[in-house]
């Protein structure tokens, strides 16, 4: 059997975090030796030399690890720039300091498989280089996963800021990293952390959605770790928790700033050690789980508050979604009552086809609080009660009864609906160039200040939308 290559491609000149990964290389290369038939061969190499792209070229690795630290963007792209000048496509994972949720999107962009952040731990980086190492002759298997978009079916949605997101999917699932998902209730957070799963290597395995707000607080631990026979009064036999449940594939934890502190600190320990132990138990397990969390309130505060633990936040917050809320895509409301009325109607029996004018304006019209999932009742309730085969205006229900008329005069009314609509254009346009106002401008074929002085009248923080950690903060809803 030919001899495995790893590159340790150490882009901070040297350091120590390339030192301890170097550690746990040399470790794996011999303890699996005897497994592979053939010693692990370990290549070092600092980005202080000259000659990377020779030396790949003639070392020929089968896996490459990238040690980055600090603003390593442009070392990053530079660094990928020279492996495909070598005309290698060894999988790159990536061991990066500081895990900055926009930049680890771009990480992946350019070409790494997958990440790890620090602490480094053996239990973390081995698995995930050997597994590189298994699939190294046929790279594009780490990449199958990710050719089926069916998963993708289910986002219903164009607009630039939801797109924005739906864009991201792909990337998050190519990898094992931890994923905090944002937003308002109704706005679809399930449905991205399945999609996230579905086009993982973990599709096939099993996606455990667990809502952290409704269990209660002396069952918490139970729910998750599971319990042994005889652990307290009343457990008649073992039961399995839903950590047990997911494994090898996906636990989705849904309100996760529902969770009690103590459940926390024993969240975080399993996180770490990829170990937990059951109530009762003597013996701690090992499952091999992917975590997904999710929160309809600004985590960042409740850190500060101390109400929820910053190691558990960071351990997450590795990579992240924003997932804007029905009011900020109102022109997708057409596209999603239509979707919902071709549901309802087949699963009813319904030869209903399409909406009125005026009942798609009233469902315009409204802000909907409730957001993706309070128009779906709507519909669902529309389609129960429509008489003909075109819903009427009359047969949309929505709370309160000042949404039916436009009210104030036709200037008032003219003027919101174009403050609305500028509000809703510059959101759009800002996530889509990341929030760099010179690309914002000339996209929008606006003079660069005359665009600046629209976001500062609509009051936009830019910051929101700019791909780093000091910013994505204002990304928690």
Not at 436 to 459: E, S
Request: charged content about 20%.
């Amino acid at each position: 059997m030919q001899r495995p290559r790893i590159f340790l491609y150490d882009l901070c000149s040297p350091s120590e975090l390339g030192c301890t990964l170097l550690e746990f290389l040399e470790a794996l290369a011999i303890e699996n030796s005897c497994r592979l038939q053939a010693a692990i061969e370990i290549r070092r190499y600092s980005i202080a030399n000259n000659g990377t792209c020779r030396m790949l070229s003639d070392f020929k690795p089968d896996v490459i690890c990238m040690v980055l630290s600090g603003i390593f963007l442009d070392r990053a792209k530079e660094a990928f720039a020279t492996i495909h000048k070598a005309g290698l496509t060894a999988p790159v994972l990536a061991v990066v300091e500081k895990s900055e949720p926009g930049q680890m999107f771009e990480l992946l962009r350019l070409g790494a498989v997958d990440f790890v952040t620090p602490p480094l731990r053996p239990i973390e980086i081995l698995p995930r280089v050997w597994r590189l190492l298994e699939h190294s002759s046929r790279p594009e298997a780490l990449r199958e996963p990710l050719e089926s978009k069916s998963a993708l079916n289910g986002l219903i949605g164009q607009s630039c800021a939801f797109q924005a997101q739906v864009n991201r999917i792909p990337l998050a699932a190519s990898c094992d990293a931890g994923v905090l998902i944002f937003g308002k209730t109704g706005t679809g957070k399930e449905l991205f952390a399945r999609a996230v799963h579905q086009l993982s290597s973990r599709g096939h395995k099993p996606f455990i959605a667990v809502n952290c707000g409704a269990i209660p607080v002396d069952l918490a631990e139970n729910e998750l770790f599971g319990h042994e026979q005889g652990a307290f009064t009343g457990a008649s036999r073992s039961h399995p928790g839903v950590i047990q449940e997911a494994d090898g594939g996906t636990l989705f934890l849904d309100e996760i700033a529902g969770l009690h502190p103590l459940i926390q600190v024993k969240l975080l320990r399993f996180l770490q050690e990829k170990e937990y132990r059951p109530l009762g138990s003597t013996q701690a397990r090992s499952v091999d789980v992917r975590v997904i969390g999710a929160a309809n309130v600004d985590l960042e505060q409740l850190v500060a508050a101390g109400k929820f633990r910053a190691d558990l936040f960071y351990r997450l917050h590795i990579l992240s979604f924003r997932l804007p809320p029905l009011v900020e895509r109102r022109d997708d409301i057409p596209l999603l009552a239509f979707h919902f009325l071709a549901k309802y109607s087949s699963r009813f029996s319904r030869p209903i086809t399409s909406f009125s004018t005026g009942s798609m304006q009233k469902l315009m019209r409204y802000d909907w609080p409730g957001n993706v999932r309070e128009l779906e009742y709507c519909i669902e309730r529309s389609v129960v009660f429509c008489q003909g085969t075109v819903i009427q205006e009359t047969e949309i229900f929505l709370p309160g009864n000042d949404c039916s008329a436009p009210q104030g005069s036709f200037k008032e009314a003219k003027a919101a609906q174009i403050a609305q609509f500028e509000r809703t254009y510059l959101l759009d346009v800002l996530s889509s160039c990341n929030g760099n106002i010179t690309q914002a401008a000339r996209t929008a074929r606006k003079n660069r200040r005359a665009f600046w002085q629209l976001v500062r009248k609509h009051q936009i923080d830019v910051a929101q939308f700019k791909p780093c950690a000091d910013q994505d903060k204002h990304l928690l809803t």
